[in-house]
Structure formats: structure tokens, C-alpha cells
Nanobody, 128 residues
Framework: QVQLVESGGGSVQAGGSLTLSCVPS????????MSWFRQAPDKEREGVAS????????FYGDSVKGRFTISQDIAENTVYLQMTNLKPEDTAMYYC?????????????????????WGQGTQVTVSS
């Protein structure tokens, strides 16, 4: 069973920044798609960002483009989500997910059903 451990959530004021981390129990490789999703109360799960393979492509949801950056450190086997200019509407539980055998077109579409394994989530709260 693959496990993913997220960290870095917290509470910030609007305009602030946070960086989330995710460490999967499988090695990130050339076919891995690592993704971040979020879900706010009474809302559907939303794709935030994904990264394919060895930094071969990064993809973002429309609501976070220009504010969030996904990256990965292959040596540390860690994926990061840098979040800047946070807004109250970014408040949600953030989940890390992995598709262990993906492709660029699949990774790009940020569809939760493509993920094989999920982390427990880390809460991000942005106050106005």
C-alpha cells in the first residue's frame, strides 16, 4: 500500500504564503504524476496542480495559475506546493495524490479519478 504524507498546512491572512510538502512511499520516476487537490466544505474536490515525471511538465487549475507553483525534489522524493497571494477562497483541505503509471495528457487533466493513492490531507485556512 502506497502512503503519502503531507505537511505544511496552517492558517494565514489573505496575501500570505504557505508551502505544502508531500512525501510518497514510492519513488517518483519518469511515469509518476504527483498532484495536489483541494476540497472545501460543501464543494467538490478540485484539481490544483500536478507534475509529471522528472519535472517534465507542470499543470495548474485555472483558479491558482500565477499564484501557486508545484515542484519536486527527486533526490528527496518530495513534492512541494508553493502558494502565494493566498485568498480566503483558497481555504480547503489539501490532498496529495499519485498516479504511479501516468502520461502527460492524463496528468494535465487534473482528474481525481486518475489518482491511485491519496494522502490524509492538510488544512489550509486563509482569513480576510
Amino acid at each position: 500500500q502506497v502512503q503519502l504524507v503531507e505537511s505544511g498546512g496552517g492558517s494565514v491572512q489573505a496575501g500570505g504564503s504557505l508551502t505544502l510538502s508531500c512525501v510518497p512511499s514510492v519513488q517518483i520516476n519518469s511515469r509518476t504524476c504527483m498532484s495536489w487537490f483541494r476540497q472545501a466544505p460543501d464543494k467538490e474536490r478540485e484539481g490544483v496542480a500536478s507534475i509529471y515525471g522528472g519535472n517534465e511538465g507542470t499543470f495548474y487549475g485555472d483558479s491558482v495559475k500565477g499564484r501557486f507553483t508545484i515542484s519536486q525534489d527527486i533526490a528527496e522524493n518530495t513534492v512541494y506546493l508553493q502558494m502565494t497571494n493566498l485568498k480566503p477562497e483558497d481555504t480547503a483541505m489539501y490532498y496529495c495524490a499519485v498516479d504511479v503509471s501516468s502520461s502527460v495528457p492524463i496528468c494535465r487533466r487534473l482528474r481525481s479519478s486518475d489518482a491511485n493513492y491519496w494522502g490524509q490531507g492538510t488544512q489550509v485556512t486563509v482569513s480576510s
